[in-house]
């Protein structure tokens, strides 16, 4: 558990960066734009999976009732993803940063 632990906040703090880079940096060449959409949508599923692992054995294992927070944290791309639009997006990514930062503290304190 503490290896998948690990991993998982390493994948949280990749994740924090690749969105803290979007956020900030902006794009002039397509193609770097789209590579940059990949490295994205890799670290988003990686932390998604992770967390979710992590969660379920928190949950389930230890009975731990942080877990719930960390569930709340895997769907947030998911409620945000249906809610944001082109001209939202910077605020939404900010409150994804937040979700991510959120999940962060409770892996290192509660786990």
Known sequence: ????TTLAVIVNIVAIVVLLIGL????NQPKSKAIFGYIIAGSMIMYIMLLALVAL????????????ILFLCIISPFIIGKLVKYNT???YTIVQIICFIVSLVTMLLKF
Do not use: A, E, R
Request: proline share 0%.
């Open 1 to 4: 558990m503490y290896i998948m």
């Open 57 to 68: 054995f928190g949950l389930v294992i230890n009975h731990n009732v942080f877990s719930f």
């Open 89 to 91: 997006l910077k605020k």
């Open 24 to 27: 900030l940096y902006t794009f």
